[in-house]
T-cell receptor
């Protein structure tokens, strides 16, 4: 069965520091991968998605993610974190039933 | 912009009550979804619908039912609420009829339900 693992439940970074959130997936075919962000009290907002082509995907709010097939990973990065980036981040993959499977989420805290 | 709205942000209900959670989308999307969000578990699919009066079970349908009488509205029903249904419930919608690989799902703000 398909699965998505986000190994880090909580991450704290200082404002202005770089950020990398990890995502590993288990899926036999070419994956369709997503990163969503959930700000406090809000629904999920799409940050970026990967279907095919260039393995480095640019998203909104200065985020990017890199698809690495050999490592079954789709890590999210940002060069300089802002206090407003504090939120929970979810990685997701379309599964064999063509439904989204979500990881457990990573909660990001930003220190001033 | 796609807008998905949910009728309540917070709800408090008692064990055994019948609970209705309403979701409305304004983008004429065929597909609508109900998820449950719990800490450490991410989002889990309860039910989805790809057309009016159509419904399909997701990963955790037990204890829930759904109704889709109009294209824009998808309701989640807890026939007899239990404490283990205390959770955040998120509604989503997407374009296209039936499961569509790669289609972006758009989410509502969520309803936080507490069952006492």
């Amino acid at each position: 069965a398909q699965s998505v693992t986000q190994p880090d439940i909580h991450i704290t970074v200082s404002e202005g520091a770089s950020l990398e959130l990890r995502c590993n997936y288990s899926y036999g075919a070419t994956p369709y991968l997503f990163w969503y962000v959930q700000s406090p009290g809000q629904g999920l907002q799409l940050l970026l998605k990967y279907f095919s082509g260039d393995t480095l995907v640019q998203g909104i709010k200065g985020f990017e993610a890199e698809f690495k097939r050999s490592q079954s990973s789709f890590n999210l990065r940002k060069p300089s974190v802002h206090w407003s980036d504090a939120a929970e981040y979810f990685c997701a993959v379309y599964n064999a039933g063509n439904m989204l499977t979500f990881g457990g989420g990573t909660r990001l805290m930003v220190k001033p | 912009d796609v807008k998905v709205t949910q009728s309540s942000r917070y709800l408090v209900k008692r064990t055994g009550e019948k609970v209705f959670l309403e979701c409305v989308q304004d983008m004429d999307h065929e597909n609508m979804f109900w998820y449950r969000q719990d800490p450490g578990l991410g989002l889990r699919l309860i039910y989805f619908s790809y057309d009016v009066k159509m419904k399909e079970k997701g990963d955790i349908p037990e204890g829930y039912s759904v109704s889709r009488e109009k294209k824009e509205r998808f309701s989640l029903i807890l026939e007899s609420a239990s404490t283990n249904q205390t959770s955040m419930y998120l509604c989503a919608s997407s374009w296209g009829r039936g499961p569509n690989v790669g289609e972006t799902q758009y989410f509502g703000p969520g309803t936080r339900l507490l069952v006492l």
